[in-house]
């Protein structure tokens, strides 16, 4: 009987534990451009000055413009030469465009090529 006691005790300890690792391990939601949105008005360096990522934070696209969608690569390479064909990871158009990020560099890059070139709706961020 009192092992029994015992054991419940130790489950419900346990329980707690694991919930307590859960609400720190809990991701952050960052909408992308605040008030002002998603789009080639965006100015998203300064929208990231300050703001750390963990991986499972979830960056979140809001936006209606027709050329705002826009795709995750896999590296640098593509990155930068705004290759969002050949380095390809995931495309994204709904206009509330949830993406959970990823441990390491994530990176961003409008579908549409001439933001791309102009610099726009492109940017990166670390997550650890
Ligand atoms: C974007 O924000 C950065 C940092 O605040 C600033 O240096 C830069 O001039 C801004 N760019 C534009 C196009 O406003």
């Known amino acids: 009987m009192a092992m029994n006691k015992i ?21 952050a939601e960052f909408v992308v451009g605040d008030d002002q949105g998603w789009g080639p008005q965006t100015n ?3 929208w990231l000055e300050g703001k750390r990522f ?5 960056l979140i696209f809001r ?15 593509y ?17 509330n465009d949830h993406v959970v990020l990823d441990y390491g560099d994530n990176f961003f890059v409008p579908s549409y090529h001439v933001y791309c070139e102009q610099g726009l ?7 650890n």
């Open 54 to 58: 963990k991986a499972g934070d979830v």
């Open 63 to 77: 936006y209606t413009c027709s050329l705002c969608s826009f795709v995750t690569v896999i590296s640098d390479y």
């Open 7 to 27: 054991l419940v005790a130790g489950i419900f300890v346990s329980a707690c534990l694991l919930l307590l690792q859960c609400e720190e391990a809990r991701a």
């Open 44 to 46: 998203v360096s300064r």
């Open 121 to 127: 709706m492109k940017f990166k961020v670390f997550a």
């Open 79 to 95: 990155y930068r030469s705004c290759d969002a064909f050949s380095g390809l990871k995931k495309s994204y158009n709904s206009g």
